[in-house]
Nanobody, 117 residues
Framework: VQLQACGGGLVQPGGSLRLSCAASGPIFSIKFMGWYRQAPGKERELVAAITDGGNTKYAPSYADSVKGRFTISRDNVKSAVYLQMSSLNPEDTAVYYC????????WGKGTQVTVSS
């Protein structure tokens, strides 16, 4: 099973994007789904997570900066996770990675998000 992330691209400040991450096959006993991002010259960091119970959490370091702008959601049937992003600004520019933790720790290859005018 592989994760395929898509939905990134070039967007102007203030714009929106919806990232999607779907598994190529069913994943059972999912414990955790999350989105991470890695900006140029920086380490990869968690942006948002959603538990098997549907509870969402935004990483403390990003909580204020993404609050009200980013929303994570999931589709258990499709083993998919989404990240709706709005009011994007240049600081959101990064490669975004999805991750699904079950019995195996799955990572997507990443999708580039560039916010620029």
């Amino acid at each position: 099973v592989q994760l395929q992330a898509c939905g990134g691209g070039l967007v102007q400040p203030g714009g929106s994007l919806r990232l999607s991450c779907a598994a190529s096959g069913p994943i059972f006993s999912i414990k955790f789904m999350g989105w991470y991002r890695q900006a140029p010259g920086k380490e990869r960091e968690l942006v948002a997570a959603i538990t098997d119970g549907g509870n969402t959490k935004y990483a403390p370091s990003y909580a204020d900066s993404v609050k009200g702008r980013f929303t994570i959601s999931r589709d258990n049937v499709k083993s998919a996770v989404y990240l709706q992003m709005s009011s994007l600004n240049p600081e959101d520019t990064a490669v975004y990675y999805c991750r699904i933790v079950a019995r195996i720790d799955y990572w997507g290859k990443g999708t580039q998000v560039t916010v620029s005018s």
